[in-house]
């Protein structure tokens, strides 16, 4: 297996709200696709470096994996946005929650040099949007 990952897919509760809230935090899309499909109605927006992040109906997605539906739990992963300073992840955070976003920690310096903040999105995945000094973002 080559390190690399090229689809992040979130399983949803409700896609056209989940779809609002993407579109919200300024993500571009054609919009849900694969509708003439029994569970096959997808969200796509391209992301940096040919990187896509899907949004699915977890029923559909537990179906297709051949896995029991489950309530979601947001200490299990989060999906990290590095961005280029302080002001862009408070920029990103007020988006978020105009968007919808619960915050769970606002932005805030950080113990190991950088500055973050985390929120949930309508489904609860966990985003943690951060700066840190000693890496570059990919723009």
């Known amino acids: 297996m080559k ?22 935090l ?11 499909f029994e569970d096959g109605a997808v969200v796509f927006f391209k992301m940096n470096d040919g990187f896509t992040l899907a949004l699915y109906p977890r029923a559909s997605l537990a179906k297709d994996a051949k896995v029991s539906v489950s309530p979601p739990s947001p200490s299990d992963l989060s999906i990290g946005h590095l961005v280029d300073s302080r002001e862009e992840v408070d ?12 915050v769970t920690d606002p932005a805030r310096p950080r113990f190991w040099g950088g500055y973050s903040g985390y929120f949930q999105d309508l489904d609860g995945h966990l985003w943690e949007v951060a700066w840190n000094p000693a890496w570059e973002s990919r723009d």
Not at 26 to 36: A, D, K, S, Y
Not at 91 to 102: E, F, N, T
Request: hydrophobic share 45%.
């Open 91 to 102: 920029a990103i955070m007020d988006q978020a929650l105009r968007a919808g976003a619960a």
């Open 3 to 24: 390190a690399r990952i090229g689809v992040l897919t979130l399983g949803v509760d409700d896609l056209e709200k989940s779809l609002a809230f993407y579109r919200g």
């Open 26 to 36: 300024g993500l571009e899309t054609q919009g849900i696709v694969g509708t003439e």
